[in-house]
């Protein structure tokens, strides 16, 4: 198949055009080269900025591909462009998400058709939602085929390893240097986490299925870890014992509701999502990376790209971790 990917050079788009080429697979990418890890030997790279939708879509309707797998769109108007670029595809892989699904997520392992909270959160999720919706409806009329893929937190090489309660890199500096880090309580709400290789393995299996034609399939690890695991296998991976302060999280947000507000909108809800979508369609498929070595891998190309910030010079961890410490011994005082 000759497999076309707007992208191409991201975290989990490098993982995908890997795979695609490891089984054979022809690959042309799309993105604007600001990488400096450069596509593989053999990969075709169609330079160009996507948002400039004249060019975008006038370069692609003179070329043929089976598959596209469309790796940054988020909106309704991104959809739209794509299948103007690309009307007679075989098969569209749109990059969907399931924050589609919340913040508030209503249970535990939820399903394709659990309720779509995401579209209330003004951004993100309800521009995610509005792609899908167009997409699927303009299939259901006869138009280009498409699978909707929904990846949960995804990692690997080319992108900050986040932690429970912000987006920044710092905690990895603070592991390093013996240093406590923050969890909010305890770091006890579930996630899903996927090395992008395996998320890799589940966009090749459905690239040219028919099957997977008008479905919505979630790409998520079968197997959810609470943050504080998480946390623990960063610091394997470091080579540190793991030690944390528990911080209730509306003393989190109340002493910086920015700084924090990752734990509002995102992180700080259990999210599991069934993987059942994906395994009626690839009933093999299964994460084969294990999670600390990749976790592992994600921690060498942060350092090696000094991609990690320095703990010292962000005070707010200490000063809260000193303040919730001196709250328990007064408590433990009275
Ligand atoms: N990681 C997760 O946990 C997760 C979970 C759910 C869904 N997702 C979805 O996964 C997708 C991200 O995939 P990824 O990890 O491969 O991406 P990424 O790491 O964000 O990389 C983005 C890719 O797109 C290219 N690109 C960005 N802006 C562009 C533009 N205007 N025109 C052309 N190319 C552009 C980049 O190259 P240049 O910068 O060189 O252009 C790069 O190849 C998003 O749709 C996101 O919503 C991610």
């Known amino acids: 198949m000759h497999v076309f990917v707007i992208g191409g050079t991201g975290t989990i788009s490098r993982a995908i055009v890997r795979e695609l080429l490891s089984q054979g697979h022809t690959v042309t990418v799309y993105n604007r080269g600001t990488r400096t890890d450069k596509p593989p030997a053999g990969v ?12 975008f879509e006038s370069t692609l309707r003179k070329r043929t591909f089976d598959v596209a797998i469309d790796m940054i769109s988020f909106n309704a ?6 299948i103007r670029a690309l009307p007679n595809i075989g098969q569209l892989i749109q990059t969907s998400t399931v924050m589609t699904y919340g913040p508030p997520f209503t249970s535990l392992y939820q399903d394709i058709n659990a309720p779509l909270n995401g579209r209330h959160d003004g951004g993100y999720g309800a521009g995610k939602v509005a792609a899908d919706e167009l997409l699927l409806e303009q299939a259901q009329r006869g138009g280009v085929p498409v699978t909707i893929v929904k990846p949960s937190f ?3 090489p080319g992108q900050p ?8 890199t710092n905690w990895i500096d603070r592991l390093r240097k013996g240093k406590p880090i923050i969890e909010a309580n305890e770091g006890d709400n579930f996630f899903q986490f996927l090395p992008a290789a395996d998320a890799a393995t589940a966009y090749v299996a459905l690239c040219g299925l028919k099957a997977a034609h008008q479905r ?3 790409v998520v690890n079968p197997t959810a870890l609470t943050w504080h695991e998480w946390h623990g296998l960063a610091a394997q991976a470091v080579g540190v014992p793991l030690e944390t302060v528990s911080i209730p999280w509306d003393i989190l947000v109340a002493a910086d509701a920015k700084r924090y507000s990752a734990l509002t909108t995102c992180l700080g809800h259990t999210q599991v999502f069934s993987p059942q979508s994906l395994l009626d369609l690839v009933p093999t498929w299964q994460p084969r990376v294990p999670l600390g070595a990749a976790v592992a891998e994600t921690i060498e190309w942060l350092t090696k790209n000094d991609r ?4 010292d010079t962000d ?3 200490d000063r809260l971790i000193a303040a919730m410490r001196q709250l328990r011994s007064s408590v433990q005082d009275a």
């Open 77 to 82: 108007a991104d959809a739209a462009s794509t």
């Open 44 to 55: 075709e790279v169609i330079q160009g900025d996507r948002t400039n939708r004249e060019l």
């Open 154 to 156: 995804t990692f690997g």
């Open 216 to 218: 919505i399939v979630h």
């Open 315 to 317: 005070l707010l961890e």
């Open 308 to 311: 990690i910030d320095n703990a």
């Open 161 to 168: 390893l986040f932690r429970q309660v912000d987006w920044g």
